[in-house]
């Protein structure tokens, strides 16, 4: 119990995904305060949804319809918000964009940056899913939704943390997605912007599953804020204290190549 209290693994420590094992990152997700935090909430609106509960059928319809809603509102965010190159042009927004991003793929094996920041999460949470709870089912619906949504978010930084680790997933499913986010990593980020779905992508024209369908990226590793736009918009560069990336860290350079090995 000692060692699932609030943030007591976490802190003044860094992980990183490339020397940890499968046992490891159970133990640092697990003791992580944002998913700690996603967990109580999710059974927070779960106890109010029934209490509130008049239609359990609506309920259930709430639940698909905020499990389906997920892959297309993080197709959207990831694509026109995080890869997007207006947050670092403005002093007010840089430090956000930092955040939520732009250091994850700076570093993309740094785990205290892969997760989100419950500060912007839990409000994006609350619109993408808790608007069509309540279009379904009032305020039932509502409580349902958001708590889905929270379940949700705690899959996909599992799955997301398994996509960085230096681990081999038994199931297949996992492999694929795996390597599909690896290539978007580590080969071109103009594309596969999925984490557990990839369907959006298909739809839309971003998805590629051989690396011979498409150029290696040169800002792959910098999303654009190369060293000519940092000297134009220095206020993410002075928060890193150090210039732009455009490759990987050193010591994980051979690592980040051998583990994308891209399915077609």
Partial sequence: MAKLAWGRAWRGRSYDLG?????????????????QIYAALAVVAAVV???LATRWDL???????????YPVAWYLIHRFILHGRWLY????????????HFDHHQDPHLLEVLFGD?????????????????AIAGWQGAAAAFSTGLVTTCVYEFVHCIQHLNYKPKSRLLQSLKQHHLAHHFHNENGNYG??????????GTFYGDARSRAKSASVYNLGYSLDEAHRYPWVMELTGAPPR????????ASDNSDLRLVS
């Fill in 19 to 35: 020397h940890m094992t499968l046992p490891e990152l159970w133990a640092a997700y697990t003791t992580y305060p944002a998913i």
């Fill in 49 to 51: 949804t029934a209490a």
């Fill in 59 to 69: 309920i259930a319809v709430t639940v698909i319809v905020a499990v389906s809603a």
């Fill in 89 to 100: 042009k403005t002093q007010w927004t840089a430090a956000l964009w930092k955040r939520i």
């Fill in 118 to 134: 419950p500060l912007n999460t839990l409000p994006t949470i609350a619109i993408v899913t808790m608007p069509l709870g309540y």
């Fill in 195 to 204: 984490i557990v779905s990839f369907l959006p992508d298909k739809l839309t």
């Fill in 246 to 253: 455009d490759r990987p860290p050193p010591a994980r350079a």
